[in-house]
Protein backbone atom coordinates (compact mmCIF):
# COMPACT_ATOMS: atom_id res chain seq x y z
CA UNK A 1 0.00 0.00 0.00
CA UNK A 2 2.83 2.15 0.83
CA UNK A 3 4.75 1.57 -1.93
CA UNK A 4 1.42 2.61 -4.46
CA UNK A 5 0.80 5.67 -2.74
CA UNK A 6 4.56 6.47 -3.22
CA UNK A 7 4.29 5.50 -6.82
CA UNK A 8 1.62 7.40 -7.00
CA UNK A 9 3.07 11.05 -5.69
CA UNK A 10 5.83 10.35 -8.08
CA UNK A 11 3.74 10.17 -11.51
CA UNK A 12 1.64 13.12 -9.75
CA UNK A 13 5.29 14.84 -9.26
CA UNK A 14 6.81 14.12 -12.40
CA UNK A 15 3.46 15.01 -14.21
CA UNK A 16 3.75 18.26 -12.29
CA UNK A 17 7.17 19.10 -12.72
CA UNK A 18 6.48 18.53 -16.51
CA UNK A 19 4.34 21.11 -16.98
CA UNK A 20 5.49 23.59 -14.89
CA UNK A 21 8.50 23.14 -16.74
CA UNK A 22 6.98 25.36 -19.52
CA UNK A 23 6.97 27.86 -17.01
CA UNK A 24 11.12 27.54 -16.66
CA UNK A 25 10.73 28.26 -20.39
CA UNK A 26 8.54 30.64 -20.29
CA UNK A 27 10.51 32.80 -17.59
CA UNK A 28 14.10 32.22 -19.40
CA UNK A 29 12.87 33.55 -23.16
CA UNK A 30 10.95 36.22 -21.80
CA UNK A 31 13.72 37.95 -20.17
CA UNK A 32 16.93 36.24 -21.89
CA UNK A 33 16.53 39.40 -24.24
CA UNK A 34 17.26 41.76 -21.17
CA UNK A 35 21.26 41.07 -21.63
CA UNK A 36 21.26 41.41 -25.32
CA UNK A 37 19.44 44.53 -25.88
CA UNK A 38 22.10 46.71 -26.31
CA UNK A 39 24.33 44.61 -28.44
CA UNK A 40 21.34 43.98 -30.79
CA UNK A 41 20.74 47.94 -30.72
CA UNK A 42 24.24 47.97 -32.00
CA UNK A 43 24.24 45.99 -34.71
CA UNK A 44 20.99 46.67 -35.82
CA UNK A 45 21.32 50.54 -35.16
CA UNK A 46 17.70 50.14 -33.57
CA UNK A 47 16.40 53.45 -32.41
CA UNK A 48 13.68 53.86 -28.99
CA UNK A 49 10.93 52.44 -31.06
CA UNK A 50 12.85 49.55 -33.40
CA UNK A 51 13.88 47.89 -30.22
CA UNK A 52 10.31 48.22 -28.49
CA UNK A 53 9.38 46.38 -31.49
CA UNK A 54 12.47 43.44 -30.80
CA UNK A 55 11.27 43.38 -27.45
CA UNK A 56 7.78 43.16 -27.71
CA UNK A 57 7.41 40.73 -31.00
CA UNK A 58 7.93 37.59 -28.48
CA UNK A 59 4.56 39.33 -26.64
CA UNK A 60 2.56 39.65 -29.65
CA UNK A 61 3.44 35.95 -30.67
CA UNK A 62 2.29 35.41 -26.97
CA UNK A 63 -0.65 36.94 -27.39
CA UNK A 64 -1.50 34.37 -30.69
CA UNK A 65 -0.24 31.48 -28.79
CA UNK A 66 -2.52 32.08 -25.65
CA UNK A 67 -5.81 33.10 -27.42
CA UNK A 68 -5.82 30.03 -29.54
CA UNK A 69 -3.78 26.95 -27.34
CA UNK A 70 -6.82 27.32 -25.69
CA UNK A 71 -9.09 25.79 -27.82
CA UNK A 72 -6.38 23.87 -29.11
CA UNK A 73 -6.15 22.25 -25.93
CA UNK A 74 -9.92 21.74 -25.48
CA UNK A 75 -9.83 19.93 -28.43
CA UNK A 76 -6.45 17.74 -28.29
CA UNK A 77 -5.37 18.06 -24.53
CA UNK A 78 -2.80 20.10 -22.73
CA UNK A 79 -0.28 17.04 -23.00
CA UNK A 80 -0.24 17.52 -26.97
CA UNK A 81 -0.61 20.90 -27.03
CA UNK A 82 2.20 21.23 -25.05
CA UNK A 83 4.62 19.20 -27.06
CA UNK A 84 3.62 21.89 -30.30
CA UNK A 85 4.75 24.53 -27.82
CA UNK A 86 8.07 22.56 -26.93
CA UNK A 87 8.59 22.55 -30.65
CA UNK A 88 8.19 26.05 -31.04
CA UNK A 89 10.51 26.83 -28.56
CA UNK A 90 13.32 24.65 -30.07
CA UNK A 91 12.80 26.28 -33.43
CA UNK A 92 12.74 29.64 -31.67
CA UNK A 93 15.96 29.04 -29.78
CA UNK A 94 18.15 27.57 -32.83
CA UNK A 95 16.76 30.76 -35.29
CA UNK A 96 17.48 33.24 -32.93
CA UNK A 97 20.82 31.98 -32.28
CA UNK A 98 21.88 32.03 -36.00
CA UNK A 99 19.31 34.86 -37.30
CA UNK A 100 20.48 36.17 -40.43
CA UNK A 101 18.99 39.42 -40.05
CA UNK A 102 16.99 41.86 -38.03
CA UNK A 103 14.06 40.60 -39.29
CA UNK A 104 14.82 37.03 -39.35
CA UNK A 105 15.59 37.78 -35.54
CA UNK A 106 12.14 39.29 -35.45
CA UNK A 107 9.89 35.93 -36.84
CA UNK A 108 12.02 33.71 -34.44
CA UNK A 109 11.02 35.87 -31.61
CA UNK A 110 7.67 35.92 -32.67
CA UNK A 111 7.66 32.12 -33.05
CA UNK A 112 9.37 31.45 -29.40
CA UNK A 113 6.09 33.93 -28.27
CA UNK A 114 3.84 31.80 -29.24
CA UNK A 115 5.00 28.85 -27.56
CA UNK A 116 5.61 30.85 -24.38
CA UNK A 117 1.61 32.44 -24.56
CA UNK A 118 0.76 28.70 -25.52
CA UNK A 119 2.76 27.32 -22.36
CA UNK A 120 1.29 29.87 -19.82
CA UNK A 121 -2.43 28.69 -20.71
CA UNK A 122 -1.57 24.83 -20.99
CA UNK A 123 0.56 24.28 -18.62
CA UNK A 124 -1.36 25.73 -14.89
CA UNK A 125 -4.45 24.00 -16.93
CA UNK A 126 -2.25 20.61 -17.06
CA UNK A 127 -1.10 20.73 -13.74
CA UNK A 128 -4.82 21.85 -12.16
CA UNK A 129 -6.93 19.25 -13.79
CA UNK A 130 -4.26 16.49 -12.16
CA UNK A 131 -4.16 18.08 -8.67
CA UNK A 132 -6.63 17.21 -5.71
CA UNK A 133 -8.02 20.26 -4.29
CA UNK A 134 -5.76 20.34 -1.48
CA UNK A 135 -2.67 20.57 -2.81
CA UNK A 136 -3.46 22.54 -6.25
CA UNK A 137 -2.10 25.34 -5.25
CA UNK A 138 1.18 24.12 -4.38
CA UNK A 139 1.05 22.10 -7.27
CA UNK A 140 -0.01 24.91 -9.70
CA UNK A 141 2.30 26.96 -7.96
CA UNK A 142 5.06 24.94 -9.18
CA UNK A 143 4.47 26.45 -12.66
CA UNK A 144 5.24 30.52 -11.24
CA UNK A 145 8.40 28.69 -9.26
CA UNK A 146 9.81 27.69 -12.86
CA UNK A 147 9.35 31.22 -14.30
CA UNK A 148 11.15 32.93 -11.99
CA UNK A 149 14.08 29.98 -11.95
CA UNK A 150 13.98 30.80 -15.75
CA UNK A 151 14.22 33.79 -15.13
CA UNK A 152 17.22 33.95 -12.71
CA UNK A 153 18.93 31.21 -14.67
CA UNK A 154 18.29 33.71 -17.79
CA UNK A 155 20.34 36.73 -15.64
CA UNK A 156 22.65 34.59 -14.45
CA UNK A 157 23.38 33.14 -18.33
CA UNK A 158 23.92 36.64 -19.69
CA UNK A 159 26.11 37.48 -17.14
CA UNK A 160 28.65 34.38 -17.29
CA UNK A 161 28.36 34.63 -21.47
CA UNK A 162 29.08 38.39 -20.89
CA UNK A 163 31.98 37.94 -18.99
CA UNK A 164 33.60 35.80 -21.47
CA UNK A 165 33.98 38.98 -23.78
CA UNK A 166 32.63 37.12 -26.64
CA UNK A 167 31.65 40.47 -28.71
CA UNK A 168 29.15 40.67 -31.86
CA UNK A 169 28.18 36.61 -31.21
CA UNK A 170 27.43 37.35 -27.39
CA UNK A 171 23.87 38.19 -28.32
CA UNK A 172 23.15 35.06 -30.32
CA UNK A 173 24.85 32.59 -27.59
CA UNK A 174 22.33 34.45 -24.87
CA UNK A 175 19.42 33.69 -26.80
CA UNK A 176 20.50 29.83 -28.09
CA UNK A 177 21.02 28.60 -25.09
CA UNK A 178 17.11 28.12 -24.26
CA UNK A 179 17.52 25.37 -26.86
CA UNK A 180 19.06 23.02 -24.00
CA UNK A 181 15.84 23.25 -21.22
CA UNK A 182 13.42 22.94 -24.66
CA UNK A 183 14.98 19.66 -25.69
CA UNK A 184 14.64 18.73 -22.07
CA UNK A 185 11.20 19.75 -21.83
CA UNK A 186 10.37 17.80 -25.18
CA UNK A 187 11.49 14.76 -23.96
CA UNK A 188 9.65 14.84 -20.45
CA UNK A 189 6.68 15.40 -22.06
CA UNK A 190 6.40 11.92 -24.02
CA UNK A 191 6.08 10.46 -20.67
CA UNK A 192 3.32 11.87 -18.59
CA UNK A 193 -0.28 11.24 -18.81
CA UNK A 194 -3.30 12.95 -20.53
CA UNK A 195 -5.50 14.97 -18.09
CA UNK A 196 -8.00 12.84 -16.65
CA UNK A 197 -10.44 16.11 -16.75
CA UNK A 198 -9.63 16.00 -20.35
CA UNK A 199 -9.92 12.21 -20.75
CA UNK A 200 -13.11 12.44 -19.63
CA UNK A 201 -14.85 15.25 -22.05
CA UNK A 202 -13.76 13.35 -24.74
CA UNK A 203 -15.69 10.64 -23.17
CA UNK A 204 -12.58 7.82 -22.22
CA UNK A 205 -14.11 7.03 -19.12
CA UNK A 206 -11.88 4.08 -18.28
CA UNK A 207 -8.40 6.26 -19.12
CA UNK A 208 -9.46 8.69 -17.06
CA UNK A 209 -10.35 6.64 -14.09
CA UNK A 210 -6.70 4.40 -14.50
CA UNK A 211 -5.17 8.10 -14.24
CA UNK A 212 -7.00 8.83 -10.85
CA UNK A 213 -6.06 5.90 -9.80
CA UNK A 214 -2.38 6.29 -10.35
CA UNK A 215 -1.94 9.30 -9.40
CA UNK A 216 -3.64 8.10 -6.18
CA UNK A 217 -7.21 8.81 -5.77
CA UNK A 218 -9.00 6.99 -3.07
CA UNK A 219 -12.08 6.54 -5.56
CA UNK A 220 -11.13 7.18 -8.88
CA UNK A 221 -15.09 6.43 -10.14
CA UNK A 222 -16.51 8.82 -7.55
CA UNK A 223 -14.06 11.38 -9.01
CA UNK A 224 -15.15 10.55 -12.27
CA UNK A 225 -18.50 11.15 -11.67
CA UNK A 226 -18.12 14.27 -10.21
CA UNK A 227 -16.27 15.45 -13.07
CA UNK A 228 -18.89 13.66 -15.37
CA UNK A 229 -21.74 15.46 -13.31
CA UNK A 230 -20.19 19.10 -13.29
CA UNK A 231 -20.12 18.76 -17.52
CA UNK A 232 -23.70 17.66 -17.65
CA UNK A 233 -25.09 20.52 -15.68
CA UNK A 234 -22.88 22.78 -18.02
CA UNK A 235 -23.82 20.84 -21.33
CA UNK A 236 -24.68 22.92 -23.63
CA UNK A 237 -22.40 25.82 -22.32
CA UNK A 238 -19.43 25.08 -24.08
CA UNK A 239 -19.33 28.51 -25.13
CA UNK A 240 -17.09 31.09 -22.97
CA UNK A 241 -19.38 34.06 -23.76
CA UNK A 242 -22.90 32.88 -22.87
CA UNK A 243 -23.79 34.66 -19.49
CA UNK A 244 -23.31 31.97 -16.83
CA UNK A 245 -19.33 33.03 -16.73
CA UNK A 246 -19.68 36.68 -16.12
CA UNK A 247 -17.52 37.08 -12.39
CA UNK A 248 -14.74 34.35 -14.03
CA UNK A 249 -14.16 36.37 -16.76
CA UNK A 250 -14.09 39.39 -15.02
CA UNK A 251 -11.32 37.55 -12.65
CA UNK A 252 -9.49 36.41 -15.29
CA UNK A 253 -9.34 39.41 -17.37
CA UNK A 254 -8.45 41.50 -14.50
CA UNK A 255 -6.00 39.80 -12.91
CA UNK A 256 -4.02 39.36 -16.24
CA UNK A 257 -4.17 43.44 -16.12
CA UNK A 258 -3.05 44.31 -13.46
CA UNK A 259 -0.27 41.48 -13.30
CA UNK A 260 1.29 43.63 -15.95
CA UNK A 261 0.10 46.75 -14.83
CA UNK A 262 2.03 46.48 -11.66
CA UNK A 263 5.24 46.74 -14.20
CA UNK A 264 7.02 43.77 -13.58
CA UNK A 265 7.78 41.98 -17.01
CA UNK A 266 8.29 45.56 -18.40
CA UNK A 267 11.19 46.41 -15.59
CA UNK A 268 12.86 42.49 -15.73
CA UNK A 269 12.81 43.24 -19.82
CA UNK A 270 14.62 46.47 -19.22
CA UNK A 271 16.05 45.62 -16.15
CA UNK A 272 20.13 45.99 -17.10
CA UNK A 273 19.26 49.45 -19.21
CA UNK A 274 17.36 50.89 -15.95
CA UNK A 275 20.33 50.16 -13.67
CA UNK A 276 22.78 51.77 -16.49
CA UNK A 277 20.42 55.00 -16.43
CA UNK A 278 20.96 54.81 -13.04
CA UNK A 279 24.92 55.34 -13.71
CA UNK A 280 25.56 50.89 -13.44
CA UNK A 281 28.40 49.45 -16.39
CA UNK A 282 27.01 46.89 -18.20
CA UNK A 283 28.69 44.05 -16.25
CA UNK A 284 27.64 45.76 -12.41
CA UNK A 285 23.84 46.24 -14.27
CA UNK A 286 23.59 42.37 -15.04
CA UNK A 287 24.51 41.32 -11.81
CA UNK A 288 22.55 43.62 -10.07
CA UNK A 289 19.42 41.39 -12.07
CA UNK A 290 20.81 38.48 -10.87
CA UNK A 291 20.47 39.68 -7.24
CA UNK A 292 16.54 40.60 -8.32
CA UNK A 293 16.17 37.51 -10.13
CA UNK A 294 17.39 35.72 -6.84
CA UNK A 295 15.03 37.52 -5.13
CA UNK A 296 12.31 36.66 -6.98
CA UNK A 297 12.72 32.86 -6.71
CA UNK A 298 13.06 32.87 -2.99
CA UNK A 299 9.80 35.16 -2.76
CA UNK A 300 8.13 33.11 -4.97
CA UNK A 301 8.96 29.53 -2.82
CA UNK A 302 7.60 31.97 0.02
CA UNK A 303 4.45 32.66 -1.87
CA UNK A 304 3.70 28.89 -3.16
CA UNK A 305 4.27 27.86 0.85
CA UNK A 306 1.27 30.51 1.81
CA UNK A 307 -0.94 30.10 -0.80
CA UNK A 308 -2.80 27.13 0.43
CA UNK A 309 -2.80 28.80 3.87
CA UNK A 310 -2.84 31.87 3.89
CA UNK A 311 -4.88 32.19 0.50
CA UNK A 312 -5.42 33.93 -3.18
CA UNK A 313 -7.10 36.97 -1.85
CA UNK A 314 -5.30 37.72 1.01
CA UNK A 315 -1.77 37.65 -0.53
CA UNK A 316 -3.11 39.76 -3.74
CA UNK A 317 -3.78 42.40 -1.27
CA UNK A 318 -0.36 42.47 0.33
CA UNK A 319 1.23 42.15 -2.45
CA UNK A 320 -0.65 45.33 -3.70
CA UNK A 321 -0.36 47.12 -0.70
CA UNK A 322 3.80 46.64 -0.29
CA UNK A 323 4.32 46.91 -4.63
CA UNK A 324 2.57 50.43 -4.52
CA UNK A 325 5.14 51.33 -1.65
CA UNK A 326 8.10 50.34 -3.32
CA UNK A 327 7.20 51.78 -7.39
CA UNK A 328 6.55 55.29 -5.40
CA UNK A 329 10.17 54.83 -4.07
CA UNK A 330 11.75 53.88 -6.93
CA UNK A 331 9.64 56.86 -8.33
CA UNK A 332 10.90 59.30 -6.26
CA UNK A 333 14.55 57.85 -6.42
CA UNK A 334 14.72 59.00 -9.80
CA UNK A 335 12.44 61.86 -9.95
CA UNK A 336 14.79 63.60 -7.22
CA UNK A 337 18.42 61.90 -8.74
CA UNK A 338 20.94 60.56 -6.62
CA UNK A 339 21.20 57.80 -4.47
CA UNK A 340 21.48 55.33 -6.97
CA UNK A 341 22.38 53.10 -3.82
CA UNK A 342 19.28 52.61 -2.99
CA UNK A 343 17.56 51.54 -6.38
CA UNK A 344 18.90 48.09 -5.75
CA UNK A 345 16.64 47.45 -2.31
CA UNK A 346 13.56 49.25 -4.25
CA UNK A 347 13.67 47.04 -6.95
CA UNK A 348 13.98 43.88 -4.42
CA UNK A 349 11.41 45.30 -2.63
CA UNK A 350 8.61 45.24 -5.28
CA UNK A 351 10.21 42.19 -6.02
CA UNK A 352 9.43 40.40 -3.32
CA UNK A 353 5.89 41.56 -2.52
CA UNK A 354 4.98 41.26 -6.62
CA UNK A 355 6.43 37.29 -6.50
CA UNK A 356 4.40 36.39 -2.62
CA UNK A 357 1.36 38.15 -4.14
CA UNK A 358 0.36 38.40 -7.89
CA UNK A 359 3.53 35.98 -9.09
CA UNK A 360 2.66 33.35 -7.03
CA UNK A 361 -1.40 33.24 -7.37
CA UNK A 362 -1.96 34.43 -11.10
CA UNK A 363 -1.33 31.17 -12.46
CA UNK A 364 -3.41 29.00 -9.44
CA UNK A 365 -6.53 31.69 -9.90
CA UNK A 366 -7.00 31.31 -13.86
CA UNK A 367 -6.47 27.75 -13.71
CA UNK A 368 -9.21 27.97 -11.10
CA UNK A 369 -12.15 29.59 -11.56
CA UNK A 370 -13.89 28.73 -14.48
CA UNK A 371 -15.83 25.29 -15.15
CA UNK A 372 -13.77 22.06 -16.99
CA UNK A 373 -15.47 22.47 -20.04
CA UNK A 374 -13.90 26.15 -20.77
CA UNK A 375 -11.26 25.82 -18.26
CA UNK A 376 -8.80 26.01 -21.14
CA UNK A 377 -10.60 28.94 -22.90
CA UNK A 378 -10.76 30.74 -19.47
CA UNK A 379 -7.17 30.61 -19.17
CA UNK A 380 -6.54 31.65 -22.69
CA UNK A 381 -8.71 34.48 -22.13
CA UNK A 382 -6.75 35.49 -18.73
CA UNK A 383 -3.38 34.91 -20.52
CA UNK A 384 -4.12 36.72 -23.59
CA UNK A 385 -5.40 39.88 -21.60
CA UNK A 386 -1.76 39.56 -19.97
CA UNK A 387 0.45 38.91 -22.39
CA UNK A 388 -1.30 42.15 -24.66
CA UNK A 389 -0.66 44.45 -21.77
CA UNK A 390 2.53 43.07 -21.16
CA UNK A 391 3.45 43.59 -25.19
CA UNK A 392 1.89 46.94 -25.02
CA UNK A 393 3.69 48.31 -22.29
CA UNK A 394 6.92 46.48 -23.26
CA UNK A 395 6.70 48.37 -26.28
CA UNK A 396 5.99 52.02 -24.93
CA UNK A 397 9.11 51.74 -21.80
CA UNK A 398 11.90 52.53 -23.64
CA UNK A 399 10.30 55.91 -24.89
CA UNK A 400 8.56 56.26 -21.82
CA UNK A 401 12.19 55.87 -19.77
CA UNK A 402 13.10 58.58 -22.24
CA UNK A 403 10.75 60.79 -21.88
CA UNK A 404 11.00 60.55 -17.59
CA UNK A 405 12.55 57.92 -15.62
CA UNK A 406 10.20 58.59 -12.61
CA UNK A 407 7.20 58.44 -14.40
CA UNK A 408 6.97 54.77 -15.58
CA UNK A 409 7.41 53.97 -12.20
CA UNK A 410 4.68 56.35 -10.52
CA UNK A 411 2.01 55.00 -12.96
CA UNK A 412 2.65 51.55 -11.80
CA UNK A 413 2.43 52.49 -8.48
CA UNK A 414 -1.06 54.23 -8.96
CA UNK A 415 -1.89 50.76 -10.64
CA UNK A 416 -1.45 48.76 -7.70
CA UNK A 417 -3.56 50.83 -5.34
CA UNK A 418 -6.38 50.43 -7.62
CA UNK A 419 -5.63 46.99 -7.76
CA UNK A 420 -6.20 46.59 -4.32
CA UNK A 421 -9.83 48.05 -4.09
CA UNK A 422 -10.76 46.16 -7.21
CA UNK A 423 -9.48 42.96 -5.36
CA UNK A 424 -10.83 43.76 -1.90
CA UNK A 425 -14.51 44.66 -3.07
CA UNK A 426 -14.80 42.12 -5.87
CA UNK A 427 -12.79 38.82 -5.61
CA UNK A 428 -13.61 35.91 -3.85
CA UNK A 429 -11.35 33.02 -2.18
CA UNK A 430 -10.96 30.00 -3.71
CA UNK A 431 -8.41 28.30 -1.40
CA UNK A 432 -9.71 24.82 -0.21
CA UNK A 433 -12.39 24.07 -2.73
CA UNK A 434 -12.49 21.31 -5.71
CA UNK A 435 -13.03 22.40 -8.82
CA UNK A 436 -16.09 21.28 -9.06
CA UNK A 437 -17.17 22.89 -5.94
CA UNK A 438 -15.92 26.12 -7.30
CA UNK A 439 -17.86 26.14 -10.26
CA UNK A 440 -21.20 25.97 -8.27
CA UNK A 441 -19.62 29.01 -6.41
CA UNK A 442 -18.70 31.44 -9.12
CA UNK A 443 -22.36 31.19 -10.64
CA UNK A 444 -23.45 32.83 -7.74
CA UNK A 445 -23.32 36.89 -7.63
CA UNK A 446 -20.44 37.14 -5.23
CA UNK A 447 -19.37 40.43 -4.43
CA UNK A 448 -17.22 40.09 -1.33
CA UNK A 449 -15.84 37.15 0.61
Not at 280 to 297: D, E, K, P, T
Amino acid sequence: MASSKTTAMILLGKSAMTGALGGLLFGFDTVVIAGANEAIKNQYSLNGWTLGVTVSIALVGTVFGALFSGPLGQKIGSRAALRIMGVLYVLSAIGCAFAPSWIALLVFRFIGGIGIGGSSVLGPVYIAELAPAKWRGRLVGLFQINIVIGILLAYLSNAIIASFHLGVIEWRVDLGVAVLPATLFLILLLSVPHSSRWLVTQNRIDEAQFTLAAMGSPDSKAEVDAILESLREDEGSSTLFDGRHNLPIFLAITIGMFNQLSGINAILYYLPTIFQSAGFSHLSANYQSVVIGLANLLATLLGISLIDKLGRKTLLLIGAVGCAVCLGGAAILFQVGGHPNLLLPAFVGFIIFFAISQGAVIWVYLSEVFPTNVRSKGQSLGSSTHWIMNAIIAFLMPRALGYSKSLPFAFFAAMMVVQFVVVLTIYPETKGYSLEMLQHRLRKPIITH
